[in-house]
Every structure is written in C-alpha cells, then in structure tokens.
C-alpha cells in the first residue's frame, strides 16, 4: 500500500490535536506505520494549528508536502483555503463552514473573503458542514470536530465500528458518548 497523507488544520482550541491522535489511533489498530507532526503557529486560540497525519506499510517522514494530501480537513473555513494548495488533484477537503475571524480581520487591517467555499468547489471535491451547528443541537459545541472527523472518516478505508472503538479508547472517559453520537452524526451526513 502506497503512504496515504492526511492534514488536518485549524485554530488553536478547535481539536486538531485531539483528532489527530484519533487518526493515529486508527491507523495504528489497523498495523499501519504512522508519523504525526504538529505545526503550531500561534497556537493559542486563534493561531493556526497543522498536523499531518500519513500512513502506510513504511512511513518515512511525517511532513505532507505540498499537492499530496489524499483528505485534507478543515475546521475553519479561511484555513482550508490557507491550506488547499496541500491537496492532491484527486484528493477530498472536508470543511467545517464555520468563520473564525483572524487577528488582521478582528482589527480591521484585512478583510475576511467571501464565497470560500463556494470558490475552492470550483477546482476541488469539497464536503462541507455547519458542524457547530450540528454539534450545539446535540448539547456539546465542543464535539463539532468530531463529527467534521466522522464526514471525512467516509473517505478512508476504516469501518465505522473500527472508529468508534478508537473514540472510545482516546476521548476522556465521561464524554465518550457525546463523541461517538458526534462522529456517528458526522459519518451519516
């Protein structure tokens, strides 16, 4: 099996790093060889948070160079299009239509873009949801990355009982079943 590439990013605070280790889980119950790297920019909440994600028989980097990502997931509608660049030509952007206003925007110094999603559809295979939304209906808006996880979790080749042992295994005991509901939503959608 060729190295498969997978680049979550986001804004600090938003979960990159809780399902990061989700994705590591997986893979690593399924016997693949599996490389993490998180770049933190200002990664307090606002600043930009990559990680990448890559598996296969035998890893030998972690980093996922530009144009070979197979799924790139987006917490933040501005980072996909930061990011997309990262995407292969046949790969997936899953994105969580959700606007998250950088510092340049907040003070007025830049201008947040229209149409992102809409515009990166253009050229991509896009998914998107309103998986805040989704996730304050369901009591937690913490869990909104989960089920962004759950949507993208369709274009890998795990099931969704395999996925949801591993939830239960790297989630903290007591909202075990707030993130399997999450990533069961996510995965129906």
Known sequence: ????NIMIVGVGGQGTLLTSRILGGIMLSAGYDVKLSEVHGRAQRGGSVVTFVRYGEKVAEPI???GCADVLIAFERLEAMRYVQFLKKDGVLIVN???IDP???VTGAA?????IIENLSKQYKVYSID??????KMGNARVFNIIVLGMAAKHM????????????ETVPPKTIDINKAAFIKGFEF
């Open 1 to 4: 099996m060729e190295t498969k």
């Open 64 to 66: 996922v160079e530009e």
């Open 97 to 99: 239509d959700q606007r």
């Open 103 to 105: 510092m340049p925007v």
């Open 111 to 115: 201008q947040y873009p229209e149409n």
């Open 131 to 136: 998986a805040q939304s989704e996730a304050l």
């Open 157 to 168: 080749n795990f099931t969704k009982e395999e996925w949801l042992k591993v939830i239960e």
